[in-house]
């Protein structure tokens, strides 16, 4: 089955700095990429997701680029500023009804002013 | 605005004890899911249902039973709790059977199992 690996675990950057999440996944059937972001006391929120026909998709402050070839994904923050600070998760699709996700372990990024 | 509400926020039981977490969703949503969240394993799929009465295994159903008798309304039940099934629950759900479908999650119920 599907696997989705995530790097780093934890990011802390400067305010104003670039932060870079990484995932890698085995199933190249695979064709959607979300990203999730977790916030303290809160369930997960989507904040942007790429298709497998689009190498890169861009929302203000983040951008993910997919590599199917490679079978890697990244999530770029710019600017990054301290209500950035939560828990990032990657997903990939199964191929599954109903869209089951498997997601990756996840990335604290802490940013600090 | 989708809100995925879920029965408790923290719930605290004893080993063998019959556990319902109960999830309700407000926009007619075909998908719902439940993961449990742990420190440094992420989330992690239990069971999903695509339909009333459908359900499909996940990567860990060991020890989980579900219901969903309603649409709106996906029930996670551990039959006889043990102290490995401490964790965080979260519940999701997602329009349809289709791909590229947004999850909306609840908060999550933190279970402790004593």
């Known amino acids: 089955g599907e696997n989705v690996e995530q790097h780093p675990s934890t990011l802390s950057v400067q305010e104003g700095d670039s932060a870079v999440i990484k995932c890698t996944y085995s199933?190249?059937?695979?064709?959607?990429f979300p990203w999730y972001k977790q916030e303290l006391g809160k369930g997960p929120q989507l904040i942007i997701d790429?298709?497998?026909?689009?190498g890169e998709k861009k929302d203000q402050r983040i951008a993910v680029t997919l590599n199917k070839t490679a079978k890697h994904f990244s999530l770029h923050i710019t600017e990054t500023q301290p209500e950035d600070s939560a828990v990032y998760f990657c997903?990939?699709?199964?191929?599954?009804?109903?869209?089951?996700?498997?997601f990756g372990k996840g990335t604290t990024l802490s940013v600090s002013s | 605005d989708v809100k995925v509400t879920q029965s408790s926020r923290y719930l605290v039981k004893r080993t063998g004890e019959k556990v319902f977490l109960e999830c309700v969703q407000d926009m007619d949503h075909e998908n719902m899911f439940w993961y449990r969240q742990d420190p440094g394993l992420g989330l992690r799929l239990i069971y999903f249902s695509y339909d009333v009465k459908m359900k499909e295994k996940g990567d860990i159903p060991e020890g989980y039973s579900v219901s969903r008798e309603k649409k709106e309304r996906f029930s996670l039940i551990l039959e006889s709790a043990s102290t490995n099934q401490t964790s965080m629950y979260l519940c999701?759900?997602?329009?349809?059977?289709?791909?590229?479908?947004?999850?909306?999650f609840g908060p999550g119920t933190r279970l402790t199992v004593l």
């Open positions: 997903a990939a699709d199964t191929n599954q009804a109903g869209t089951a996700l498997i």
């Open positions: 999701a759900s997602s329009w349809d059977r289709g791909p590229y479908n947004e999850q909306f």
């Open positions: 199933d190249s059937a695979s064709n959607y």
């Open positions: 790429i298709r497998s026909n689009v």
